[in-house]
């Protein structure tokens, strides 16, 4: 289990959703979209990341226990290269078919 981050959760909560700070390695990103990130967006991220923190949670799948991202592209990189363990995730559970759809 994970650490529940503090102020939107209970907000967040009501609405099937949850703020967890996850390990970064431990989310499945299917569709390695980082690999076309702009560059210059990742290092803007990152400087502002470590001066003020992540101000918006990514968005992530749970089905079945595992973890997936789909979008918060830039976010997940600038944590990867910033050498974060853990990234704030707006979580929502859902199913296999929900899964696959994202595949898509
Ligand atoms: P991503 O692929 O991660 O969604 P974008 O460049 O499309 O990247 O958008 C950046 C997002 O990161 C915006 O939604 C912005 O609100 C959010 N954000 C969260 N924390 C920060 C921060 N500290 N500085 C700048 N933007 C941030």
């Known amino acids: 289990t994970f650490d529940k981050a503090g102020g939107a959760e209970s907000a967040a909560a009501g609405r099937g959703r949850q703020i ?16 076309g990130n702009d560059q210059d967006k990742v290092a803007a991220l990152m400087e502002s ?23 918060g592209c830039h976010r997940y990189e600038a944590h990867q290269r910033l050498g ?8 929502r559970k859902a199913n296999k078919e929900v899964l696959k759809m994202h595949m898509m």
């Open 84 to 91: 974060l363990e853990t990234i704030r995730c707006r979580v």
């Open 49 to 71: 990341i470590t001066a003020i923190g992540l101000q918006e949670p990514i968005d992530v799948l749970e089905v079945d226990g595992v973890y997936y991202g789909f979008s």
């Open 20 to 35: 967890l700070d996850l390990p970064v390695a431990a989310i499945r990103r299917p569709l390695g979209r980082t690999r």
